[in-house]
């Protein structure tokens, strides 16, 4: 039997799995059988995609509400909402640079310039939110392009070079915060209007969650027409259904939930606005198949055809941008710019949540929806322990372990697509 061979992501598959294409209903059960063949596949290699992330977080939100009825009441589940925003935004950053096989150790520096130089430029300077929020938000994408390019063409490897800024950053964020470590500026404004502007109205907020839903089973039906029409396995009609009864249901109970406490957050709205937006780019668009092709292996991406130095400059312009925006969502829920979002914390739980979320780090595996669930879980963790009145050592420790864990999975699965000759 012939053999060909399709690329496809980050590695070729052999097309002699797939059902011949010679029309009618025996080329619809081939591409079918094809499509359950590969999830059979991948569950056998240990593949589970969310599952494991999923069944951690339902975990947690178990044992904490069984220690303490308050953690899923509205008013604690709103707040948790919001606050996985700032965080959430740097994570979905570093999983750009970590879909390469490299790392970004400035994204909280970043976070803190941003929120620095907004509170200076509007508060100390009179210049306008908006603008004053251009500059800032364009401030960290000329560091993340700057630490690209000094990646990528010079050849400092990027640990050394986002740790370098790591440092410079930090600096030039103290310099701007001046003597008194903060600056704060109006709970009226733009920037706090991120985190506490809520959508209360049923029609408004039921509206967008049926939206949400709709949008997705169109997109879904419009994925499984393209794939079939090019030959390609796609999603059978059911397993189509059942995922978007299962988005309805998630959409509506949280529209539910947190309408009985404000509303539903605009910060949390944009955060998800941006996922959406940010792994249509990833999984739709050629741009996105080159970073996971490059996160594959970099000769064999360059010898594809990608423009490996460009691909590699642009992910951490991402990474620096939306670490950028993720400081102001921090500077937001303070109303005040601090010395917090470059302390440390915020990098450590950004490149944790993408890690926890199930992105590897070994580059070629993860969605941005991974900074999503990691950070759920790492936010639900501190917020269980806030209500019990844990030390925040304890919280470490958790979340070390949580990390670990999440590492040593990773590190098999690679290990077992290394012995199939996958990796």
Not at 244 to 265: C, I, K, M, Y
Request: glycine content about 12%; aromatic content about 8%; overall charge positive.
């Amino acid at each position: 039997m012939a053999v060909r061979w399709r690329w496809r992501g980050t590695r070729a598959r052999d097309a002699s799995d797939t059902a011949p294409d010679d029309g009618g209903s025996r080329r619809h059960t081939g591409r079918l059988g094809t499509y359950e063949a590969a999830v059979r596949r991948r569950l056998r290699e240990g593949e589970l995609g969310p599952v494991p992330v999923l069944l951690a977080l339902a975990v947690t939100w178990t044992v904490f509400q069984s220690l303490n009825e308050n953690f899923l009441s509205p008013r604690n589940l709103s707040v948790l909402s919001v606050d996985i925003v700032g965080t959430g935004m740097v994570a979905v950053g570093v999983v750009f640079v970590l879909l390469i096989g490299e790392i970004d150790l400035s994204v909280g520096s970043l976070a803190g310039l941003s929120g620095a130089l907004f509170a200076a430029l509007s508060v100390n300077n009179g210049l306008p939110e908006w603008l004053a929020v251009l500059i800032a938000v364009l401030c960290g994408t000329a560091a993340g392009a700057f630490h690209g390019f000094v990646f990528t063409k010079i050849g400092v490897p990027a640990f050394v070079v986002t740790l370098a800024g790591l440092l410079a950053w930090n600096g030039l964020m103290l310099y701007l915060l001046g003597p008194e470590s903060s600056i704060s500026f109006s709970g009226d404004g733009l920037v706090a209007t991120l985190t506490s502007q809520y959508f209360s109205s049923t029609v408004v907020t039921y509206g967008l969650a049926a939206l949400g839903t709709a949008a997705y089973l169109l997109a879904s039906y419009h994925d499984r027409r393209r794939r079939g029409a090019a030959g390609m396995p796609y999603r059978p009609v059911g397993e189509i259904w059942a995922r978007t009864a299962l988005l309805a249901v998630v959409a509506f109970t949280t529209v539910s939930v947190l309408g009985r406490f404000e509303g539903l957050p605009l910060a949390l709205l944009i955060f998800l606005a941006v996922l959406v937006v940010s792994d249509l780019i990833l999984r739709r668009t050629p741009y996105g198949r080159q970073v996971l092709a490059l996160g594959g292996g970099v000769e064999a991406a360059r010898r594809a055809g990608v423009d490996v130095a460009r691909v590699r400059i642009s992910v951490f312009l991402v990474s620096g941008t939306l670490a950028a925006a993720g400081g102001l969502f921090v500077a937001s829920r303070l109303t005040s710019a601090t010395q917090v979002p470059g302390s440390g914390m915020l990098l450590i739980n950004a490149i944790a949540a993408a890690v926890i979320g199930g992105t590897s780090l070994f580059g070629g595996r993860g969605s941005t929806w991974s900074a999503l669930l990691g950070v759920l879980i790492i936010q639900s963790i501190a917020s269980g322990m806030a209500l019990l009145g844990v030390q925040p050592a304890v919280q470490f420790m958790i979340t070390g372990g949580v990390l670990l864990i999440a590492v040593i999975l990773d590190a098999l699965a690679r290990r077992a697509a290394e012995s199939r000759g996958r990796a």
